[in-house]
Structure formats: structure tokens, C-alpha cells
């Protein structure tokens, strides 16, 4: 099966290097690039061939394309960690070291860099909703200084990997939304789409909460109502501590459904 991240990642890098090819080979700049993922540890994005499967893919996207690190590129990599609050100070180190482009993952990451600079272009890959993140004016004329690609497809989604998840188990009936309220999860429209589809198909879901990321409640919360499955959203805090998340779930004994395949290839 592809890794659709890594796909997405080879595109992000093919929109990146092709209009620096050109002029790079004309003036002879090395160009520094900005790469900044949200979770993994920096050691998984080093070397020609990183561990991070898409770094490795972006990498390896930039070379094909006649960009290679030591000679005409230099490649910044940073990582949050999992810790949010950071984005803005990394994209603040970037602009100090003078990056000519920086590129990263969905919304909070662009739009902590738009909010700095509206000079410098910002490369989104794997958007979820630039224009509702105010990233672009629409996205037939973007404007400004960010572009890039959208991966979601909108919150629809979200109500059909519910009715995959009942397909492979059709006697529960009882299911917990593992989520949070400070994101656009369970108020939001990606909640409120489980939560219809939940009613169509005659389930009872119910909210296991994770305020200030106490996964520890939140899966005493799955027993005490007696959930009979996990549903777990596509939240970024969740997708950040995904090796608790997975742990949790496994102790818990009960089918779950997530949401990325690196939940999964954690055990999940």
C-alpha cells in the first residue's frame, strides 16, 4: 500500500524545487529550505536517507529533481516534538538563518509562519483547511505568500470511516468518541459528522474526553460507559502522543478505530 504522506510529500517537494530549478541553475544560490514536521524526533529526519518516511520521500523528491544537500541546497529540519507551542519559535530561527522557503504540514505550522512573515513562501503540505485557517483567500486564487496542497477531503470523511468501522463489527452498538472539545473535534463539524452517522446507523457514541492530554481519564471514561469500541479523531494532539494513545487502547482490550496508518504501525 503507498504511504499517502510520503506521496504528498514527493508532490510538496515537486512544487517546491521546480521553480527554484531554474533560477538556481541560472545564478548558482544555494538555497536553504525549511523543513518542519509536528511530532517526530529531529533524529528520524537526518542523513540522505532519513528514518521519517516522508522526510525521506521529500529528500529524496528534492535530489531527483537536481536539489541535493552540500551542493546547492541546504536543508534546515525541526521538529516541535509533539509540543505545539513551539511553532512560532522555530519559524522565528528560520527567518533569522534567512530561509528561502519553508515547508510543513497542515494548518497550525503555516499559519504560525504566515503570521510572522508574509514574505517568505510558505509550502504547505498535507492542508486541511487553509482557506477556513485563513491561510488563502480561496483556493482558485490563494493570494499572499502561501500555497501548497490539501490532503482532507472535509469532515464527510469522518462519518464514513464510522460506518467502516460498524461494517467490521456489526453487533456493537455502544462506540466512544476518544477526542477533544478544544479542537475541531467533537463540537466541531468532523465531530458532528460521527455524531450523525452514529445516529443513522443506530449507535450510541459517547465523548471520551481528553482535557490538557490526560489519556489516563479519558480511557477510564471508555470503561465507565461500558464502550464496547474506540473511535479515536484525527485529532493532532492524539496523532502526537500516538505511542500513549496506542498503549492505552491495546491495555484496554477493545476494537478501535484510528485515524493515520502510524497509529497502526504502532500496534494500533
Do not use: C
Amino acid at each position: 500500500m503507498i504511504d499517502r504522506r510520503a506521496f504528498i510529500t514527493i508532490v510538496g517537494g515537486s512544487i517546491l524545487a521546480a521553480p527554484l530549478v531554474s533560477e538556481g541553475q541560472q545564478t548558482g544560490k544555494v538555497y536553504r529550505v525549511g523543513l518542519i514536521v509536528t511530532t517526530s524526533p529531529v533524529s528520524e529526519m537526518t542523513g540522505p536517507e532519513p528514518v521519517h518516511p516522508s522526510v525521506r520521500a521529500f529528500v529524496q523528491g528534492l535530489r531527483a529533481l537536481g536539489w541535493v544537500e552540500g551542493q546547492n541546497l541546504i536543508l534546515e529540519r525541526r521538529s516541535a516534538e509533539g509540543r505545539f507551542e513551539r511553532f512560532g519559535d522555530i519559524v522565528a530561527e528560520l527567518l533569522r538563518l534567512k530561509t528561502d522557503v519553508i515547508v510543513a504540514p497542515g494548518d497550525l505550522i503555516p499559519r504560525a509562519a504566515k503570521a510572522i512573515t508574509t514574505t517568505v513562501p510558505i509550502v504547505m503540505v498535507t492542508a486541511e483547511d487553509p482557506v477556513g485557517a485563513g491561510l488563502v483567500q480561496s483556493l482558485a486564487r490563494p493570494g499572499g505568500n502561501v500555497t501548497g496542497l490539501m490532503l482532507v477531503v472535509g469532515p464527510e470523511i469522518e462519518g464514513k470511516r464510522l460506518e467502516i468501522f460498524r461494517e467490521a463489527l456489526p453487533g456493537v452498538s455502544r462506540v466512544a468518541y476518544l477526542g477533544s472539545k478544544q479542537e475541531k473535534d467533537w463540537e466541531g463539524p468532523w465531530g458532528q459528522s460521527v455524531r450523525t452517522a452514529a445516529q443513522a446507523l443506530g449507535l450510541t457514541l459517547v465523548l471520551a474526553e481528553f482535557p490538557a492530554r490526560q489519556y489516563a481519564d479519558a480511557f477510564a471514561q471508555v470503561t465507565r460507559a461500558r464502550a464496547e469500541a474506540l473511535f479515536v479523531s484525527p485529532s493532532l494532539l492524539a496523532f502526537a502522543d500516538r505511542a500513549q494513545v496506542v498503549e492505552l487502547a491495546t491495555r484496554a482490550r477493545v476494537p478501535t478505530m484510528f485515524a493515520y496508518r502510524q497509529q497502526v504501525d504502532l500496534g494500533g
